[in-house]
């Protein structure tokens, strides 16, 4: 994927989770406990966006043991469940962190996604979105489907050349 836009002034990155890292689908057990299956190259993506200096969000409509793994793991991110109406919370959350819409890249693909999609400066999808949202203006679709390195594939489209450097930096 290639990002038309200056990506030099994108200082956040706001994620939905479900469709993004997952391929949209969970395991339910007997007891109703959901499982969600994510791709560790999206694991690395966030590594490498926070490493690069991007304030990186989740953003999830449920909650997912998943996406407790992710905060976990990453002090540095943000993370928000059980968010029906994001784009308040997108709008606040660029207030509080001096962030013009301008600064912020959005990536989704539901309905719900679609307000906040709208909102950000840089807007990203993926191939298997709802029809409602690939049609957003100067929206960019990944390569990708959801569950398949999304967020690393947009990780690596604005880090570009500085992938490298941060690499070895890396090994330091």
């Keep these: 994927m290639e990002i038309r836009e200056n990506t030099e002034k994108i200082k956040m990155i706001i994620s939905d989770f479900d469709g993004i890292f997952t391929d949209g689908t969970g395991i339910v057990d007997c007891d109703g406990n959901v499982s969600k299956r994510i791709h560790f190259h999206d694991v690395i993506g966030i590594a490498l966006a926070i490493k690069a200096g991007y304030k990186v969000v989740i953003m999830t409509g449920e909650a997912a043991g998943a996406v407790k793994y992710l905060d976990k793991k990453f002090p540095e991110l943000t993370v928000f469940q059980d968010?029906?109406?994001?784009?308040?919370?997108?709008?606040?959350?660029?207030?509080?962190?001096?962030?013009?819409?301008?600064?912020?890249?959005?990536?989704?693909?539901?309905?719900?996604?679609?307000?906040?999609l709208n909102y950000a400066g840089i807007k990203v999808t993926v191939p298997n979105a709802s029809q409602t949202v690939k049609e957003i203006k100067y929206i960019h679709i990944t390569e990708k489907k959801g569950g398949e390195g999304v967020f690393r594939e947009v990780a690596d489209a604005l880090i570009g050349s500085k992938l490298g450097k941060l690499l070895v930096a890396g090994e330091k």
């Excluded at 919370?89 to 693909?109: C, F, H, P, R, T």
């Design 83 to 116: 968010i029906k109406d994001k784009l308040p919370l997108v709008m606040q959350i660029a207030q509080e962190n001096n962030i013009s819409k301008e600064e912020l890249l959005y990536i989704g693909d539901d309905v719900n996604d679609y307000f906040p």
